[in-house]
């Protein structure tokens, strides 16, 4: 069964602590992204990678780390620097061919609070 | 800065009805198009791209893109309750597959039965 997967579903954190999210695809995808979306609101770039061992930074990377050791895995930490890291955390994948479209497909999200 | 603006509704349409979702985009050089359903609580699903301008229909979706307004918009015929949820715009420049993908705030479209 091919997808996308995170975890946990649900995190919760307390101040000052680290804490990593977990993607993982077995979709053979080459590009792999993570998001942050807050209520209301568009889904916002952290980071992203398209090929193993390189990974670049969105437009909202201040106060989170990414590591692509793996094709399959991309695990997002949230240090202790993100000043509001409440929200849900969205992981994708996609092809990173030539081709244009390169849609990208997402897992279903890790939503942490800050306690 | 790439901009993907959205109505951020509610767009409410009878069920039976046409919904008209609206998106216009800043960047000139963006060159494929895509429409995300996300319903509440859950993440995105992509309904359909498209890169040409004109139209393209899957099923009940059609997609228009004028690339000359900056403007893409999805239409959905003989709308359903199960239609309802939030509707993301995503725009990316460029050709190149490592291009990003900027998102819209999404339109929420609630269908009543």
């Known amino acids: 069964d091919g997808g996308i997967t995170q975890s946990p579903k649900y995190l919760f954190r307390k101040e000052g602590q680290n804490v990593t999210l977990s993607c993982e695809q077995n979709?053979?995808?080459?590009?792999m992204y993570w998001y942050r979306q807050d209520p209301g609101q568009g889904l916002r770039l952290i980071y992203y990678?398209?090929?193993?061992?390189?990974?670049q930074k969105g437009d909202i990377a201040e106060g989170y780390s990414v590591s692509r050791e793996k094709k399959e895995s991309f695990p997002l930490t949230v240090t202790s620097a993100q000043k509001n890291p409440t929200a849900f955390y969205l992981c994708?994948?996609?092809?990173?061919?030539?081709?244009?479209?390169?849609?990208?497909?997402f897992g279903p999200g890790t939503r942490l609070t800050v306690l | 800065q790439k901009e993907v603006e959205q109505n951020s509704g509610p767009l409410s349409v009878p069920e039976g009805a046409i919904a008209s979702l609206n998106c216009t985009y800043s960047?000139?050089?963006?060159?494929?198009f895509f429409w995300y359903r996300q319903y509440s609580g859950k993440s995105p699903e992509l309904i359909m791209f498209?890169?040409?301008?004109g139209d393209k229909e899957d099923g009940r979706f059609t997609a228009q893109l004028n690339k000359a307004s900056q403007y893409v918009s999805l239409l959905i015929r003989d709308s359903q309750p199960s239609d309802s949820a939030t509707y993301l715009c995503?725009?990316?420049?460029?050709?190149?597959?490592?291009?990003?993908?900027?998102f819209g705030k999404g339109t929420m479209l609630l269908v009543s039965p």
């Open positions: 979709l053979n995808h080459d590009a």
């Open positions: 960047d000139r050089g963006s060159q494929s």
């Open positions: 990678s398209q090929i193993v061992n390189d990974f």
């Open positions: 995503a725009v990316k420049a460029g050709w190149s597959g490592y291009s990003t993908l900027t």
């Open positions: 994708a994948s996609s092809l990173a061919s030539g081709a244009s479209t390169n849609e990208q497909f």
């Open positions: 498209i890169y040409s301008n």
